[in-house]
């Protein structure tokens, strides 16, 4: 849909295109009134010429846009009052230029530097897209508010002329859409969508059919009619520019390219580096003040009676669960070492001689 920048465009602009299509390069190519509501017949519709079919989709997208935003003013007659204030303004302020007096002569000459300023697009302020006038005429109302512009207007009688400035301006922005206004406003919003989707699909597809038909065929006299129609196009999206996204700034990272030595056999060390002696060294000792050795106590003292019952009592007894048990029934956490295997050596028994026991048989007599 944005390919050709139709997003842009609002319905009152579409609506404003009806206006191109019946003059200009768009008028010698006629269009029978029975094509432009209700069902297309197609031998009719095989029937039309290129130029034709292009007008015909246009118009009926136009037709539509015009029946649902039929309140809404013409975005050329909202501009055309527009430059009109913004050119009595600046008379009046040429006018008090040339006062003869020296208070208003100079309370002009800081009115045109403070509401005129030179556009940034280098034009002149009636020469500007719809977007750019309505923010240009919203600058200038701003301007005005500010406590010593505004006693400069009053002294030099231009209270009017702003007023009509600020009308101007908050028109053409509800032409546009951005605000709310009471008696532009469509009534359905939906249908209003509906019809400015539309228009931006079908204002598409007749500027891509241009554009092919323009590659794809040589120099005649068709190919300058279609010049002069792509070119109507190309006018009104000029009327409303899409906004240029601002790019992403990103912080530049500065490298520092190294140093290089004319002499291949010398090399140059940056500054800050540690030299091989410094890297190389144990880092030197740092002298400490001498401190005084504190007394060591005698471990030689004698042991008493009293001393070894001061130190049962400040000893804490152990407790399981917060009864005091006996010292014998806790055991220290101390994992036991692993015992090694014994191993038992087996001795040799020394070997037991059997006896024989001789049987002696008594023969019987």
């Known amino acids: 849909m944005s390919r050709n920048g139709y997003t842009g465009v609002p319905l009152a602009g579409f609506c404003s295109f009806g206006d191109a ?28 010429g290129i130029f034709s079919q292009w007008k015909l989709r246009l118009e009926r997208a136009v037709g539509a846009a015009l029946a649902v935003g039929s309140s809404a003013q013409p975005m050329v007659e909202l501009d055309s009052v527009w430059d009109n204030a913004q050119r009595r303004l600046e008379l009046l302020i040429e006018v008090a230029e040339r006062a003869p007096d020296a208070p208003t002569q100079a309370a002009g000459t ?3 530097a403070r509401l005129l300023p030179a556009p940034a697009v280098g034009r002149s302020q009636t020469q500007m897209a719809y977007p750019q006038e309505v923010a240009y005429g919203k600058a200038q109302i701003l ?26 301006t908050r028109a053409l922005d509800e032409g546009l859409g951005s605000t709310t ?3 532009r406003r469509l009534t359905d919003k939906a249908e209003a969508r509906s019809a400015r989707y539309a228009c931006v699909s079908v204002f598409n597809m007749v500027h891509d059919d241009m554009v092919w038909f323009l590659s794809n065929t040589a ?10 129609l792509l070119q109507t196009l190309s006018d009104l999206l000029s009327l409303f520019p899409l906004p240029v996204p601002t790019p992403r700034t990103t912080a530049a990272t500065t490298t520092t390219a190294p140093a290089t030595s004319p002499n291949p056999d010398v ?6 580096t540690p030299s091989v002696a410094a890297i190389t060294s144990p880092p030197a000792a740092t002298p400490t003040a001498p401190t005084a050795a504190a007394p060591t106590p005698s471990t030689t003292a004698p042991t008493t009676a009293a ?7 400040a000893s804490p007894k152990p407790t399981i669960r917060g009864k005091a048990v006996r010292k014998s029934t806790v055991k220290p956490m101390v994992k036991a070492p692993a015992k090694t295997p014994v191993v038992k050596k087996k001795t040799a028994k020394p070997a037991v001689k059997k006896k024989t026991v001789k049987k002696t048989v008594k023969k019987r007599g």
């Open 143 to 168: 301007v005005a508010r500010q406590p010593d512009v505004h006693a400069d207007i009053v002294a030099t009688g231009l209270v009017s002329v702003l007023t009509e400035v600020n009308a101007a």
């Open 267 to 272: 090399t140059i060390i940056p500054a800050g």
């Open 181 to 183: 206004g009471t008696t």
């Open 307 to 313: 001393s070894k019952r001061k130190t049962r009592r």
């Open 21 to 48: 299509l019946q003059s200009g390069a768009w008028a010698p190519i006629t269009v029978s009134a029975g094509l432009l509501t209700g069902p297309l017949d197609t031998a009719a519709l095989d029937r039309l």
């Open 110 to 112: 800081r009115l045109r």
């Open 219 to 228: 120099d005649s006299p068709e190919r300058t009619t279609a010049e002069s």
